[in-house]
DNA sequence: GTAATTGCAAATGTTTTGCATACTG
DNA sequence: CAGTATGCAAAACATTTGCAATTAC
């Protein structure tokens, strides 16, 4: 992370506490960070496993309050996978972008496409309400198998996810 | 249900049955048929209370193992609306439609909008997979809010959810 | 008959809660 | 110094697993 993105997702955090009249823990700092230092999908667990690698001494209960804040702050954003596990994803100044799950070895693509702000300015109207975020998953099958029926990148063990 | 519609998903069942050699056991149909008699999205606990009420002798773990089977059939949709709950609804006949959950109130609503199919066929071909469904979700604020700046569907205690 | 499927209960994994302690404003 | 936020442990909750009994084929 470069130390503009650093000043300025701080400066969002405070602005967010002050509006809302909550203390500025160097915890929540910590947590900012983190998240910001890291790249791709994570979950509670593995945060916290990174950030106690990191010397921080912070306990799960934190993070799940933390976490919840920085969503309402706009600086993280939420992903459900289809598993029972929430996945964040840090937010600011990061193109908005879907995602495409494979059946098969539940890796995670993503991809870009303008359209779903036109989708979601009808729903808004329709509905009358204004969308704060979306979620769009495509849960599919690879084209490409291999000799055994398994897709092609179920050779990589580590997953996206 | 008329008996049109269940004679058609039980078909389906059957042949999915077949396909896959799996056994036509009297829980599989009884589950599909509860399924198939209720409206709206429900949750295992939820089916699992229903099933119990209508005289039924089943259990969890049957329940879980069988939608399970019934999501790869088509026969049902999964939904996660943020939290750590899959939410189920039948799929045979109903038209595709998406959701927008009420950040206030939680409750779901229901819309329809073609361009997601041209925005899956766009993924599907970038991507190079299948999709075999989707899910679209937006969280959103109510426009509407009443005094004491809660959303104007507070008021109904029970959710659509 | 035999192997898949079931019900039940225990185990697992994630998230929430209760409470005493620490720290912000 | 008042009350919010924290760490830790226990509790809650959805889901999965192990296993003996049942049932489809």
Redesign the pocket.
Known sequence: MTQETKEAVEKILIDYLEKNK???????FAILNEIYSYDGHF???GLYVMMKNMKY??????L???IELLLDAGLVIKHQFGK???QFEKAYKFKQHDHLICNDCEKVFEFCDPRIMQIQKMAEDMLNFDVSHHSLNFFAKCRVLKENGICEHKKNIEKTV
């Open positions: 909550h203390r500025k823990t160097s915890e929540r979950d509670i667990e001494r912070v306990s799960r209960a934190t799940y309050n933390n029972n596990l929430a």
